[in-house]
């Protein structure tokens, strides 16, 4: 799992392909790793640069790597087509809906989301576009190795966007409908009502989604990459490491602008500049974004290792490792 850790000149390991460039046995190395699978940059690959990563990497698989190459070209060339092409149909990903775009096509929809004086319309509108922005890409990087039915994303869309809809708009009616608060109170706890309604309708969207594991397990494999079986114990595991990590990125990205934004709206400058507050508000939310998401999907490595101890009778009377893989997912 772990790169190598010898480097060249350039400060880039030994390539390998298919391998991630940073070690995935520390946060550190995981949040390395993340920062490249987010890089807004990929978004501007053009059609011949894509084309040009992929024969590189071709010619590395062949052993017909031109002479001159180096490792620093080969991770590049990975890291673009890893963040443009499906890992399972190898068709590209529409830009919206890459990792690489979550953080500047999904900024906009937070802005909204976080956005002070919210009426009902705009309430339900920004849930919605929030929700159907997460469940188009949770679609597009969807586990395409086994058949899933459409019918599945179009469950967890309607679930995700009802539960979300609904929480926040409840939630803002008994805020309104309180005795007692006074307006700055009110205001404060409105800012801050996203975070529990965005929180649950991500995790209810994942596990409608994925609900499909929970039923026939995920494959786990030995360290060498073999096969093992299906567990469902492992699925478990794997949904509440995501479900973690999709909670947690909520909470900084709808819980820090409010936190910030605040206090900055009670200074001299910007009572001084009211129009200034949407574009700092922007940035504000622009800069969580991408201060959380990494932070957020490296708490768990993406492929983790469990006790076999801890598994199905099944799996432990088929392999004498100690312990073995899964793919948690993103």
Known sequence: MAAVAKVDADGYPTFQLGKPRFDQSTFFGRYRHFLDVIDPRTLFTTKEGLAQAGQLLEDYKNGNLPDGVT???LWEAQKIKTAILHPDTGEKILMPFRMSGFVPFGTPIV???LLPDQTMVTTIFWQWLNQTHNACVNYSNRNATKPTPVSRFVQGYVG??????GIAVGLNGLVKKARGFSPTTRMVVQRFIPFPAVATANVFNLILMRNNE????????????????????A???????????????????TGLPPAIMLPLQRTAWLLARPRMVIPMHALVCTAAFGFALPIAIALFPQYSEISTSKLEPEIQAATQELSVIYNKGL
Do not use: M, P, W, Y
Not at 160 to 165: E, G, I, P
Not at 216 to 231: A, M, N, Q, Y
Not at 235 to 244: M, P, R, S
């Open 71 to 73: 490792n620093k070209q």
């Open 111 to 113: 802005v909204g989301l």
């Open 160 to 165: 995700a966007v009802t539960s979300a809809v």
């Open 214 to 233: 929970l039923l026939e397990g995920i494959e786990v494999t030995d360290k060498e990459g073999h096969l093992v079986g299906s567990s469902k114990i």
């Open 235 to 253: 699925a478990k595991h794997a949904l509440f490491g995501t479900a973690v990590s999709r909670v947690v990125i909520t909470a900084l990205v």
